[in-house]
């Protein structure tokens, strides 16, 4: 472990994380058929921001389950830090709490270290859960921090993720998929003031996004225009395929 990383997590963390992570990764295989699909486009090393379809409490380890990474770091709300069980699964996992519908300068300080230091960070761009698994509208935050650090984006879309407590239950395996796209860059700065460029850029973030969801999930993207562009592409290469 590099020294910059020694100064963000302590041997100790490594270990709890680690364990802790085994161990989730045992349940998910018991409780979870979990199709993972585009797992080649997580950069073998380096930065990048992850930007998730956010559904549950739980996307956050499951995200983490996805890939071999162990340089992965969450941006999670900080009202859940005090919740039974999730709380404590969190803090075992030394994400980044933020504190929602604030500027939060600590959490943010906190990205812009991991990702300096060459970890994968993974963040919500919606800000909040999606109660129908629909996409909202997206923040600014995401774009903001990825432009700060200069790094590329790793789209991912999630789903079953919400269904975990329901396999708890009932005592029977969920289908679960982890759907990861290619990194893509934001727009480039151009003449537009600030506030459009963050709409632009959000907007980008959330089509990328969206183009690896079923029609019924794009919600607020639906019939976006950055979207239709993104699936026209996505067809094309089926088709060369």
């Known amino acids: 472990m590099s020294d910059s990383r020694e100064a963000l997590v302590t041997e100790t963390q490594v ?18 058929n979990l199709q993972v699909i585009g797992a080649e486009n997580i950069p073998k090393e380096g930065p990048c921001m992850v930007v998730i379809s956010h559904i549950s409490r739980l996307d956050p380890p499951f995200l983490m389950a996805s890939t071999e990474r162990s340089d992965l770091v969450a941006v999670v709300a900080h009202e859940y830090r005090s919740a039974p069980l999730i709380g404590w699964i969190m803090n075992a996992l030394h994400v980044i ?13 906190k990205v812009l270290e991991y990702l300096k230091a060459g970890w994968i960070v993974g963040i919500a761009p919606e800000g909040t859960r999606s109660k129908d698994e629909k996409l909202l509208e997206g923040k600014h935050g995401a774009a ?24 708890f239950s009932h005592l029977r395996k ?15 700065h151009g003449s537009e003031d600030s506030h459009q460029w963050l709409n632009m850029a959000t907007d980008e973030i959330m089509c990328q996004i969206a183009a690896l969801l079923p029609p019924e999930r794009h919600g607020f993207y639906a019939g976006h225009p950055r979207l239709a562009e993104l ?7 089926q088709k060369g395929s």
Not at 15 to 32: D, E, N
Not at 100 to 105: K, L
Not at 231 to 237: F, S
Request: hydrophobic share 50%; net charge positive.
């Open 15 to 32: 270990r709890k994380r680690s364990r802790v992570m085994s161990i989730i990764r045992w349940l998910i295989k018991r409780l979870v």
């Open 97 to 109: 709490w933020i504190t929602r519908g604030e500027n939060d300068m600590q959490a943010f300080r």
């Open 144 to 167: 903001v921090l990825a432009d700060r650090a200069g790094v590329m984006l790793l789209p991912i879309a999630l789903s079953g993720s919400n269904k975990m407590v329901q396999s």
């Open 174 to 188: 969920i289908d679960a998929q982890v759907v990861i796209g290619e990194p893509f860059a934001l727009p480039p």
């Open 231 to 237: 699936l026209a592409l996505k067809g094309q290469t």
